[in-house]
């Protein structure tokens, strides 16, 4: 399976910004996609995710700002990024896997296969 993460770039506080994924596995909806993401100098961290084509997660930090959508016809995933923060700066990745359980879905080790990031910049 091959991912494809687009859509960074630089953004003024308070703007938007909505990340693409790409995905070459046709039933990728069915599963597990997540988004995660990686600040200047931090470890890698939990966005959020679609668990089996249903319920959405987020992390708390983004909750109410951020969206996953899917597009089953593109075999595509986005993170719609509203309201955005000066520390939401990072390269943002997108993951995939079949296997996962709701317990594991916010852990990066989880995943076998990867986008290869994306960065987004807010500037204050």
């Known amino acids: 399976v091959q991912l494809q993460a687009s859509g960074g770039g630089l953004v003024q506080a308070g703007g938007s910004l909505r990340l693409s994924c790409a995905a070459s596995?046709?039933?990728?909806?069915?599963?597990?996609m997540a988004w995660f993401r990686q600040p200047p100098g931090k470890e890698r961290e939990f966005v959020g995710a679609s668990f089996r084509g249903g319920a959405m997660h987020y992390a708390d930090s983004v909750k109410g700002r951020f969206t996953i959508s899917m597009d089953n016809a593109k075999n595509t995933v986005y993170l719609q990024m509203n309201s955005l923060r000066p520390e939401d700066t990072a390269v943002y990745y997108c993951?995939?896997?079949?296997?996962?359980?709701?317990?594991?879905?916010?852990?990066?080790?989880?995943?076998?296969?990867w986008g290869q990031g994306t960065l987004v910049t807010v500037s204050s």
């Open positions: 596995e046709r039933t990728f909806s069915r599963y597990t």
């Open positions: 993951a995939w896997d079949k296997n996962l359980i709701l317990s594991s879905i916010r852990s990066e080790g989880q995943y076998d296969y």
